[in-house]
């Protein structure tokens, strides 16, 4: 079984600023990692994904994230925000071979941008 | 093409009655699964359902059932509702069984409140 943590249920941050969003995980076999956006009132869209190779994942609207494996961590970054970027973001993980738990989720971070 | 389609978008139901979500995966995909998103729990994995059979199943009691139909359309019911099955019913879709590298496409979900 896997599980998430996302460490920050908000963040705020100016327009034009970094941002970080952080995501750990446990799981006791090997992982694929997913970011997800939820935006209000809508399904979640996948921002990113990382399965194998290069540590340093790039996905749309500018965000990358990069696998940490000794610290079994899957952070998401963007270097300029935008308030378009105020949505709801999820980290999620699933075992190799896919598994009977589907996809499991971390609780979400809020990201609020502040003009 | 069109993406993941969700009916209804709303639902109000009472405590005792039973609810049947639909959805319509995006054509040519054949693997359909359900998420409950509540804000206590988070988003959590129901089952995953492809070529009309259930492959995978989380940890919900037998008052969640679905089924898939031979278009790939889905259906899941909820019987003898409870308060604490209010919330936000999400289907995927995907090409293929699994959740790892086959990325799932999600539709707007289901707001159900339970009165």
């Known amino acids: 079984a896997q599980s998430v943590t996302q460490l920050d249920s908000q963040v705020p941050v100016f327009e034009e600023a970094p941002v970080e969003l952080r995501c750990n995980y446990s799981?006791?076999?090997?992982?694929?990692l997913f970011w997800y956006v939820q935006y209000p009132n809508q399904g979640l869209q996948l921002l990113l994904k990382?399965?194998?190779?290069?540590?340093l994942v790039k996905g749309i609207n500018g965000f990358e994230a990069e696998f940490n494996k000794s610290q079994t961590s899957f952070h998401l970054r963007k270097p300029s925000v935008h308030i378009s970027d105020t949505a709801e973001y999820f980290c999620?993980?699933?075992?190799f071979g896919g598994g009977a738990d589907g996809l499991t989720f971390g609780k979400g971070t809020h990201l609020i941008i502040q003009p | 093409k069109a993406g993941v389609t969700q009916t209804p978008r709303y639902l109000i139901k009472t405590r005792g009655q039973q609810v049947t979500l639909s959805c319509s995966p995006i054509?040519?995909?054949?693997?359909v699964s359900w998420y409950q998103q509540t804000p206590g729990q988070g988003l959590q994995f129901l089952f995953e359902?492809?070529?009309?059979?259930?492959?995978n199943k989380g940890n919900f009691p037998g008052r969640f059932s679905g089924r898939q139909f031979s278009n790939s359309r889905s259906e899941m019911n909820v019987s003898t509702l409870e308060l604490g099955d209010s919330a936000l019913y999400l289907c995927?879709?995907?090409?293929?069984?699994?959740?790892?590298?086959?990325?799932?496409?999600f539709g707007p979900g289901t707001r159900l409140t339970v009165l």
């Open positions: 799981s006791s076999v090997s992982v694929y």
């Open positions: 054509s040519g995909h054949r693997s």
């Open positions: 359902y492809f070529s009309e059979t259930q492959r």
């Open positions: 995927a879709s995907s090409l293929f069984l699994g959740q790892t590298n086959n990325e799932q496409f």
């Open positions: 999620a993980v699933s075992g």
């Open positions: 990382y399965l194998s190779g290069s540590t």
